[in-house]
């Protein structure tokens, strides 16, 4: 509707819910009845792109996480790698043992999902974010005050995971063994 | 009716599908990826796990007690129980030198493993398809327009028996398309119709399929056909069981021999798959000199264990460039090796691992193919398929090659067809294949890509040390149509009532011009191979045990792209009366 429009209504709607009691009890019962007001979108921020809003929150699933683990300790030896003290060992032994543990687990999210930077800026470079950003895409730090538009240095890219689908686990399996132990007959 | 094309491959298997819209869709096939764990990929890996009773059932959402596992989860266990992990099936399946109906796999397998057929193994893969597409997408793959692919060079033995597979999983309606044809499919189906600008009457475009596996070689001429192009596969090649996993193989011998070390199955696995990877990175243009290599040991502590060493270009080079892509002399035939006397019943790998000596070979094999006067087949266009294409490299090398030949007999070089997807093409094109059989499309025609005999011995006295003479008959021409049939009513044949009669079968695939009945001396043709032999069996019944029932033989190339032997009786008891005669018997 129309900004004049609405206020021709408005000011109709003003004087008959004022001298019309019967006018007046209808509205209130059609204004109870109305859903609720979608929320205003907030303008996108510029520069950042627009996040695929959740229908709902899935549940946290304990499930999906060690399927994640299990899938990273597959390919990649992820578990291996971090419940191994490394203190003891040159940067050579790390370094090699790292190869492995990236290469795996690169290969392991990637194929199951798509990571891609939030900002598209280069890190170091200054830039503008106007006020109403969507706080969930972007986080101010530093000195943090004052109404937007902002100006600064952009810290970190940010990253989104789009389109992750895991291994379904399935029913009568213990999801806490990420890895069972191997014995060779 | 939905279509379906299913490409059955040696390693992996694919399926597309028609979307919504019309569009091509690779459809993500659930498959078990570990214990318990359940993923939805486009492609299903061909391998087959008999589980251990101590695993425990190898659940799927639509099977709770199932005892084996395919797919993913199966290839992962082949690192790990490696006897008990079904790999490369499909080269069984067109292994002539076995029984393909036997339980023979693994060949590795303990006593106590139940083996199965490359027969089931087939079936099984096919299965697992059909329920992934069904649970996955509610697509009924039973009813559905199946278009499974073969590659140009399985005899009528191995179609017939993927057939066989086809229908114990349950698929009814299926039609058999060679994977180069495939492939020049999807290719088609790319780029719609711009392929008349691409391609005029007389181009002869060479399609080259290296996949995991095997290498493929089809021709595939351009046509006029009432003032339209029309296309015609003149020539295939034959099967090398040869492609990227040898070179991967090599690869990490090499690197094996760096590292020095003895190193277990786990390791080796992972090798070839460091290998694998860095063989990409280093063919790929502008990419690293050199690509470090890391196996990490089997157990849980990674670090000290884990070994490296590198891998450069310059080794790439020599080792993938010159070990199978080397620069030969026009006309220059593969190698093959003399056969040890006692060879073991594993499968006829290629002796020979330069590609490029293959396609030599094929190209002075088929000179004659498309009408040309040789030494060569001269191909105006290269379409190229399979993983190991992905690398422009050595589609170059390939092409330089071949350009190499051309320009030494005074011919145009020949251009690369831009736009193929290697990985997907075959699925692709198999889908495309059956929309244009629909009428929506070009058809590429063919029939069948060999002329195939039935070995008959003359009548001579014996004598002791000589081998009695055969002669060859022909049973059915090359380039056969589908839907066609031939009688060879002049060769009288005696079979014996409630006895198995076997005959000798042969094929060629450049004997173009025997029709059918033609008959001639077999030590006067050194172009036919010999094939797995065919048998039949005259039931008891209206005919006495151990008469004598003089019979022709009858050919028929199914709608399906089968080959088809009947024994027809020259006086028959009933209308109709014929026996089929079994392809593909083997002890």
């Known amino acids: 509707m129309s900004f004049p429009a609405r206020l021709f209504f408005a000011w109709a709607c003003f004087f008959r819910v004022l001298f019309d009691g019967a006018f007046a009890a209808r509205a209130n019962l059609v204004r109870d009845a109305l859903p609720p007001a979608p929320a205003p979108v907030p303008e996108p921020v510029k520069e950042v792109k627009e996040a695929p809003k959740p229908e709902k929150r899935a549940p946290a699933s304990i499930d999906a996480a060690l399927q994640l683990l299990a899938l990273l300790q597959r390919e990649g030896r992820f578990v291996d790698f971090l419940e191994q003290d490394i203190t003891t060992f040159p940067d050579a032994d790390v370094g090699t043992a790292a190869r492995v543990v990236h290469e795996g687990c690169r290969r392991a999210l990637h194929g199951h999902g798509k990571v891609e930077p939030i900002h598209e800026a280069?890190?170091?470079?200054?830039?503008?974010?106007?006020?109403?950003?969507?706080?969930?895409?972007?986080?101010?730090?530093g000195n943090v005050s004052g109404k937007g538009p902002y100006r600064g240095t952009l810290q970190h890219r940010g990253w989104r995971v789009v389109g992750l689908s895991l291994p379904e686990g399935l029913a009568g399996f213990d999801a806490t063994i990420v890895a069972p132990a191997e014995v060779e007959l | 009716m939905t279509t379906l094309g299913i490409d059955l491959g040696t390693t992996h298997t694919a399926v597309a599908t028609e979307g919504e819209d019309g569009s091509v869709v690779v459809v993500d096939l659930p498959q078990l990826v570990a214990r318990g764990s359940v993923e939805a990929r486009p492609l299903l890996p061909s391998f087959l796990y008999l589980a251990h009773e101590s695993d425990g059932p190898q659940a799927l959402p639509w099977d709770e007690t199932r005892t084996f596992s395919v797919g993913e989860g199966a290839r992962a266990r082949g690192l790990d129980a490696p006897t008990r992990v079904i790999a490369s099936a499909k080269s069984w399946l067109s292994h002539a030198g076995v029984d393909r109906r036997s339980a023979l796999l693994p060949r590795e397998a303990a006593e106590d493993v139940e083996r199965l057929s490359p027969v089931e193994v087939s079936w099984r893969y096919l299965e697992h398809v059909a329920e992934a597409l069904k649970h996955g997408r509610g697509i009924d793959a039973a009813s559905a327009d199946v278009v499974l692919t073969v590659p140009a060079s399985f005899d009528a033995a191995a179609r017939e028996l993927t057939v066989e597979a086809a229908l114990a999983a349950g698929l009814e309606n299926v039609t058999l398309l060679e994977e180069p044809q495939a492939a020049l499919y999807a290719w088609l189906a790319r780029r719609g119709d711009a392929w008349r600008k691409d391609l005029r009457v007389g181009d002869v475009v060479l399609v080259v399929d290296v996949g995991g596996g095997t290498t493929d070689f089809s021709a595939i001429a351009v046509r006029e056909d009432d003032g339209a192009l029309a296309l015609e596969r003149v020539a295939v090649g034959q099967h090398i069981l040869l492609g990227g996993d040898n070179m991967d193989l090599f690869l990490a011998h090499v690197c094996e021999e760096k590292l020095d070390q003895e190193l277990g199955p786990f390791e080796r696995a992972g090798l070839l798959f460091a290998c694998r990877a860095a063989k990409e990175a280093l063919l790929a243009d502008g990419g690293p000199d050199a690509v470090p290599i890391t196996v990490a040991k089997r157990g849980a502590k990674l670090l000290g264990g884990t070994l490296r060493t590198e891998l450069t270009r310059d080794e790439i080079a020599r080792i993938i460039l010159e070990g199978f892509f080397p620069s030969v002399e026009l006309g220059t035939q593969p190698i093959a090796r003399p056969r040890a006397a006692l060879r073991s019943m594993g499968l006829p790998y290629a002796d020979d691992a330069a590609i490029t000596r293959h396609l030599s070979g094929f190209l002075t094999r088929q000179a004659t193919a498309s009408g040309g006067e040789g030494p060569i087949l001269r191909p105006t266009r290269v379409l190229f398929n399979g993983g190991?294409?992905?690398?422009?490299?050595?589609?170059?090398?390939?092409?330089?090659?071949?350009?190499?030949?051309?320009?030494?007999v005074g011919a145009e070089p020949a251009r690369e067809l831009e736009g193929a997807h290697y990985d997907l093409a075959v699925a692709r094109g198999a889908l495309a294949f059956g929309l244009a059989r629909k009428g929506r499309g070009v058809r590429i025609r063919g029939g069948t890509a060999r002329s195939y005999y039935v070995g008959i011995e003359g009548n001579a006295p014996?004598?002791?040390?000589?081998?009695?003479?055969?002669?060859?008959?022909?049973?059915?021409?090359?380039?056969?149509?589908e839907g066609s049939a031939s009688e060879m009513q002049s060769a009288e044949l005696g079979v014996v009532v409630g006895e198995p009669v076997r005959f000798r079968f042969f094929g060629s695939s450049v004997r173009r011009d025997d029709a059918s009945g033609a008959r001639f001396s077999k030590r006067r043709a050194q172009d036919v191979d010999e094939l797995a032999p065919i048998e039949v069996t005259l039931p008891e019944g209206e005919r006495t045990l151990g008469d004598v029932v003089p019979v022709y033989l009858r050919s028929e190339l199914t709608e399906v792209g089968t080959l088809k032997l009947f024994a027809v009786p020259h006086a028959p008891k009933k209308d109709g009366e014929r026996w089929e005669i079994e392809l593909s018997v083997r002890e």
């Open chain 1, 122 to 141: 280069e890190e170091g470079k200054k830039v503008d974010v106007p006020s109403g950003f969507d706080a969930a895409t972007l986080k101010l730090v």
């Open chain 2, 462 to 481: 014996a004598i002791p040390g000589v081998e009695p003479p055969l002669d060859l008959l022909c049973v059915a021409p090359f380039g056969m149509e």
């Open chain 2, 388 to 408: 190991v294409m992905k690398s422009t490299r050595l589609r170059e090398r390939l092409l330089g090659a071949l350009n190499g030949w051309l320009a030494a």
